[in-house]
């Protein structure tokens, strides 16, 4: 399997790098072979032997043409790389589940999550763990892991809103909050280890916590798909009369960054990955949920 993996990666590497070294040389040998007709179409227009041998009789055209076509190059290279670019927003949160599905056609799928509660993830994640069991398709190892607030602390978000605005710490509502965390976690660690249990397919999911308030909602798949965006913090909402800041995770806008698919966006995607990586390790501490279960 392991032979399979690194095949497939190393197949990947030569891909981008084809297409990285396309993408120096052609502008280059583009703008050579028409600076090279324009200079025979002068010279053949001029020089009566080397017309006479090309056997043409309006090179002068033909040169002017290549000409304008050299000078419009640079700009046209750039319109058609503006219009591959991704949209500001080419996604929402309700619609995770293509990415999700996507994810899963290859044998190692390592999903990350930062965010609010991860609620829009956990309902596409749970339902495509769950079909592993009777069709695991190429899939044979699965790491889930979900980085949320440690609402065990007093926060500004989510938070009461004061009379005139201002957050205001909620125990209650963060408690609300928090054990809805402790419900997903619950119910996708106990689905990993019944899928790990029959023996084909490994399933890993974990939950960790930090410090301060959910302010952007980061999802990476297999470490080469990101979608990125800001949650709308000022979102409130009314739980029995008090109104709560309390972000809408579904309706997030996210950005698309597709690594595999555009080579302008391996930076980027590399940027989140690394960042990620830095604040999962930061992020070691265990649930409070977890804590209370083994205590």
Not at 44 to 65: R, T, Y
């Amino acid at each position: 399997m392991s032979a399979d993996l690194d095949r497939g990666q190393d197949g990947a590497g030569v891909g981008r790098a084809l297409r990285r070294l396309q993408q120096r040389v052609e502008p280059t040998a583009v703008r050579v072979l028409l600076l090279a007709i324009f200079v025979t179409g002068l010279i053949a227009q001029f020089v009566k032997p080397v017309g006479d041998a090309l056997e043409g009789k309006a090179f002068l055209g033909g040169a002017l043409l290549s000409l304008v076509g050299f000078v419009l190059y640079d700009a046209l290279k750039e319109l058609t790389a503006a219009s591959r670019l991704p949209a500001r927003v080419e996604a929402t949160s309700r619609n995770l589940g293509a990415f999700v599905t996507e994810a899963f056609h290859v044998r190692r799928v390592e999903i990350s999550f930062f965010g609010y509660t991860g609620e829009t993830l956990f309902n596409e994640l749970y339902h495509r763990l769950e079909s592993l069991a009777e069709n695991p398709g190429p899939t044979r190892h699965v790491a889930v892991r979900m980085i949320v607030p440690d609402f065990s602390r007093p926060m500004t978000v989510p938070s009461r809103v004061g009379a005139g605005g201002e957050p205001e710490d909620a125990p209650e509502f963060r408690r609300r909050v928090e054990r809805k965390c402790q419900e997903y976690d619950q119910i996708l660690s106990d689905l990993a280890a019944d899928l790990t249990r029959l023996g084909h397919i490994e399933v890993h999911c974990e939950y960790r916590v930090c410090p301060g308030p959910p302010l952007h909602k980061l999802c990476i798949f297999n470490r080469k798909r990101v979608l990125h965006g800001l949650y709308d913090i000022s979102s409130r909402m009314s739980l029995r009369g008090p109104e709560y800041y309390d972000p809408k995770g579904y309706d997030t806008d996210l950005s698309v960054l597709a690594a595999e698919r555009r080579v302008e966006d391996e930076p980027a995607v590399a940027m989140w990955v690394k960042h990620f990586d830095d604040l999962w390790a930061l992020a070691s501490e265990t649930p409070a949920w977890r804590r209370a279960a083994a205590a």
